[in-house]
C-alpha cells in the first residue's frame, strides 16, 4: 500500500457486536478519511478527520486520530449485517491532495 | 443528488487494445482524480486535474494517459493493454483541490 498498514486485515464478528480497527500512516498528514467499500463496488465516503482534530462521531462510527503516533481508528458500534464490507483509510498529506489509501480491512458481520 | 458518473461500468477488452473511460464529475466539481484498484488491493493515485490541467501525477503506466475537457469531464485512456490492467477504475471529483472527494462506482476493466 501507498502510505501504510491497516490492521487488522479481516475482523469477523457478531452482530451487534463492536468492530474496531486501525489504520497507521508515514507523512504528516492534513486530513485522514474513511471508505467503506461493499465488494467490487464503489468506494463510499464514512468520515473525515482533519490533522487538528482528535475524534470525531458520526453516527454508530466514532473515529480518533493521534498524529504524534501517525495512527487512527475507526469503530463501529452495534454492527449490523450490512457493515460487511472492506474498510480503507486515506490519507491526504500536506500540501498534496491526493489521496493515499492503506491495505484495508475486511469486515464480517455474522447475523 | 447527482453523483461521480462513471462509463462504462464495464468492459472486456483483449490485450494490445485501447480502452477509453469516461468520468463526469458533480456539477461545479473542478478537480478529478483517478484511482486503479487491482483484485484485492488498495486503490492506487493515477493522476489528477485541476481547472483541466493536469494537478498531480502519480504511477500511471506511460501507455496510459488523461485529459479533463472544458466541461470538467475527464477520460482516461489506456492502450496497448496488458492483463495486469485488469481492474476497478475509479473517477473522484471535489470543489478545488484537498477538499472532500465524491467516488463514482467505478469501470471494472477486464483483459483477456
Known amino acids: 500500500s501507498q502510505q501504510g498498514e491497516e490492521d487488522p486485515q479481516a475482523l469477523s464478528i457478531q452482530e451487534g457486536e463492536n468492530a474496531t480497527m486501525n489504520c497507521s500512516y508515514k507523512t504528516s498528514i492534513n486530513n485522514l478519511q474513511w471508505y467503506r467499500q461493499n465488494s467490487g463496488r464503489g ?15 458520526s453516527g454508530r462510527l466514532r473515529v480518533t486520530l493521534d498524529t504524534s503516533k501517525k495512527s487512527s481508528s475507526l469503530l463501529i458500534t452495534a454492527s449490523r449485517a ?30 | 443528488a447527482a453523483g461521480v458518473i462513471q462509463s462504462p461500468r464495464h468492459l472486456i477488452k483483449e490485450k494490445r487494445e485501447t480502452a477509453t473511460l469516461k468520468c ?42 488523461a485529459q479533463q475537457f472544458s466541461d470538467y469531464h475527464s477520460e482516461l485512456n489506456m492502450s496497448s493493454l496488458e492483463l495486469g490492467d485488469s481492474a476497478l477504475y475509479f473517477c473522484a471529483s471535489s470543489i478545488g483541490q484537498g477538499k472532500g472527494y465524491t467516488f463514482g462506482s467505478g469501470t471494472r476493466l477486464t483483459v483477456v
Open chain 1, 43 to 57: 468506494l463510499v465516503h464514512l468520515i473525515l478527520i482533519r490533522s487538528n482534530e482528535r475524534e470525531k462521531h
Open chain 1, 82 to 111: 450490512a457493515d460487511t464490507a472492506s474498510y480503507f483509510c486515506a490519507t491526504a498529506a500536506e500540501h498534496d491532495y491526493k489521496l493515499s489509501f492503506g491495505a484495508g480491512t475486511t469486515v464480517t458481520v455474522r447475523a
Open chain 2, 24 to 65: 463526469y464529475p458533480i456539477p461545479r466539481h473542478d478537480t478529478v482524480y483517478w484511482y486503479q484498484q487491482g483484485p484485492g488491493q488498495d486503490p492506487q493515485f493515477l493522476i489528477s486535474f485541476y481547472e483541466k490541467m493536469q494537478s498531480d501525477k502519480g504511477s500511471i503506466p506511460d501507455r496510459f494517459s
